[in-house]
């Protein structure tokens, strides 16, 4: 289940390039779904963590990738530790509520996303709520930052 933390950011918050590169495996590049999630949000090609195609920077290593993809690459190969969402952009999502069907993922918004997919189910952490849906979520979202936008 995706689980869900609202708060400001901390000093840990954001520097998901500097985890990634200290936590990665070359392994996790073998797997579809890491190779899908790259296609889905950087519109690049994994042939291997060390080579990957991007249609906007040619031939990349996997250090080079969105800040967005590398959190979704955390939250599933690594679903304990929990992340900071905001580092994602809105393309992020889907693949965010999928990681949360398939295992308990903890992630952190600062922000409320504009759009989560119709499917999301999510349980917030303080409360144990679980709600359902992209509009109870986002709700759930926006009443619990304290200014209504990013804090």
């Given at each position: 289940?995706?689980?869900?933390?609202?708060?400001?950011?901390?000093?840990?918050?954001?520097?998901?390039?500097?985890?990634?590169?200290?936590?990665?495996?070359d392994a996790w590049f073998e797997d579809?779904?890491?190779?899908?999630?790259?296609?889905?949000?950087?519109?690049?090609?994994?042939?291997?963590?060390?080579?990957?195609?991007?249609?906007?920077?040619?031939?990349?290593?996997?250090?080079?990738?969105?800040?967005?993809?590398?959190?979704?690459?955390?939250?599933?190969?690594?679903?304990?530790?929990?992340?900071?969402?905001?580092?994602?952009?809105?393309?992020?999502?889907?693949?965010?509520?999928?990681?949360?069907?398939?295992?308990?993922?903890?992630?952190?918004?600062?922000?409320?996303?504009?759009?989560?997919?119709?499917?999301?189910?999510?349980?917030?952490?303080?409360?144990?709520?679980?709600?359902?849906?992209?509009?109870?979520?986002?709700?759930?979202?926006?009443?619990?930052?304290?200014?209504?936008?990013i804090i």
């Open positions: 289940m995706l689980k869900v933390k609202v708060g400001p950011i901390e000093p840990y918050d954001g520097t998901i390039d500097a985890i990634f590169r200290n936590q990665y495996e579809a779904f890491v190779k899908e999630m790259v296609m889905e949000v950087d519109k690049s090609e994994v042939v291997s963590a060390n080579l990957i195609i991007s249609p906007v920077l040619g031939p990349i290593s996997c250090d080079r990738l969105s800040g967005g993809v590398k959190v979704l690459i955390m939250l599933y190969k690594m679903p304990e530790m929990e992340q900071w969402a905001s580092s994602c952009g809105d393309n992020c999502l889907p693949a965010m509520v999928k990681i949360g069907k398939m295992q308990d993922v903890t992630v952190k918004f600062s922000h409320c996303p504009d759009r989560f997919p119709d499917d999301v189910e999510a349980e917030f952490l303080d409360t144990g709520e679980i709600l359902k849906g992209d509009r109870d979520v986002g709700l759930a979202i926006i009443s619990r930052l304290p200014t209504g936008g």
